[in-house]
């Protein structure tokens, strides 16, 4: 019995110090990626609501972002229906892209309910939305595992991604 509860106890603590292993590649995967693209990290969004070419703010959740196009209409929703278009892509140099930008890419773009859906969704993409705030809104985010889609949270893999949303009350 002794070993039965020596064994549990040593896979707890070595799922332990996986994780913290992987919180620490995470962050070495971001920080390389951040020093690459020469960005600047903001620690409050512009008064003017303008980022310049590299600037992203850095969230309370983790999330890099920058609007690069603002959108216009009404502000979105609880419960919108918002159609999402991206560029998906790691964060090692020479990174492998998935491209989701045009109907040449795939013909239906993917389709998230504004803080409803979040469980399914990736986390990031709803804070993301929610400060691009209107129809044709254009940014960039980088997304800590944490806060992705399931695959990235299980196995705390950062992606950098390009977004454009469309939605319509």
């Not at 278009?85 to 890419?105: C, H, M, N, P, V």
Request: glycine share 6%.
């Amino acid at each position: 019995m002794c070993s039965v509860a020596f064994i549990s106890t040593s896979c707890n603590e070595e799922e332990g110090v996986r994780y913290a292993d992987q919180l620490k590649e995470q962050e070495k995967l971001i920080n390389e990626f951040i020093e690459r693209e020469e960005i600047v990290v903001l620690e409050n969004f512009p008064t003017d609501s303008v980022f310049q070419t590299n600037e992203y703010v850095l969230t309370e959740s983790g999330l890099y972002f920058q609007l690069t196009k603002n959108g216009e209409g009404e502000d979105v929703k609880f419960g919108d229906k918002v159609q999402v278009r991206y560029k998906q892509k790691t964060l090692e140099k020479g990174a492998i892209i998935e491209s989701f930008w045009t109907t040449q890419d795939d013909p239906r773009p993917r389709e998230v309910e504004y803080k409803v859906s979040m469980v399914s969704d990736c986390e990031a993409w709803h804070e993301a939305i929610g400060y691009m705030r209107k129809p044709g809104a254009e940014c960039k985010i980088i997304v800590p595992g944490s806060i992705g889609f399931s695959v990235a949270q299980a196995n705390l893999i950062p992606y950098y991604f390009e977004m454009k949303i469309k939605f319509h009350h």
